[in-house]
C-alpha cells in the first residue's frame, strides 16, 4: 500500500468511501444530514487529501484530510494548529493497516508543514479508532469538545508535535 495525494479525478470516490464508512460501521445513517459535508470536505482546496492505494491494482483503501490554518474544522484555535478530518477506510479493509498507515502518513505531512498541535474530533462510540489514535501519542482534550448538534458530543484528541517532527514508527 501507498499513501499519496488524492488527484482531481477520485476526489468523488472519496466522498463516497467515507459516507459508506461512516454507515457501515453504524456511526452515521445513510440519510444522514452530514452525509453531503462529508463527501465533499477537502474538495474546495481548504484540505490535504490523502489516500492509500493497493499497489497491486490501485484501488483506494482509504483517506484522510488534513485542514491548516485557517481552513481547519471547528476546534483549531491558532496557527501553529491542524486537523485531522475524515478518516475513513473502505468497508471490508478494515483491521489491515490502512488506517494507521493514513494517520502516520497525515502525522509526517502536518509536521513538515510546522504544526505545533495536530487535532482531532471522533464520535464517543468510535473506539478502535480513538485506541489508534492514542496509540499515535493522541491525547484527550476534553476542554475542545465540541457539539456540532444538540445531544452530539465528539471527542477532542490533540498531538503535540514539533516543527518537522515525522511520526514514530
Do not use: C, N
Not at 488527484?7 to 466522498?15: D, H, M, Q
Amino acid at each position: 500500500m501507498i499513501v499519496r495525494d488524492a488527484l482531481p479525478g477520485e476526489r468523488a470516490e472519496v466522498g463516497e468511501i467515507r459516507v459508506a464508512a461512516y454507515v457501515a460501521d453504524g456511526f452515521m445513517s445513510p440519510g444522514s444530514g452530514y452525509a453531503p459535508t462529508l463527501r465533499a470536505l477537502g474538495t474546495d482546496g481548504d484540505g490535504q487529501i490523502l489516500v492509500a492505494v493497493d499497489e497491486g491494482d490501485g484501488r483506494i483503501l482509504g483517506t484522510v484530510t488534513l485542514q491548516l490554518w485557517p481552513h481547519g474544522g471547528e476546534i483549531g484555535v491558532g496557527r501553529d494548529e491542524a486537523e485531522i478530518r475524515a478518516l475513513a477506510v473502505t468497508p471490508g479493509e478494515q483491521g489491515r493497516g490502512t488506517g494507521t498507515a493514513l494517520l502516520k502518513a497525515v502525522i509526517e505531512r502536518a509536521g513538515r508543514a510546522g504544526v505545533r498541535r495536530l487535532l482531532l474530533l471522533t464520535q464517543r462510540e468510535m473506539k478502535t479508532a480513538q485506541r489508534m489514535y492514542e496509540r499515535a501519542g493522541f491525547l484527550r482534550m476534553p476542554e475542545r469538545d465540541w457539539s456540532p448538534a444538540e445531544g452530539v458530543l465528539l471527542l477532542a484528541y490533540g498531538l503535540p508535535l514539533a516543527a518537522g517532527d515525522q511520526a514514530a514508527d
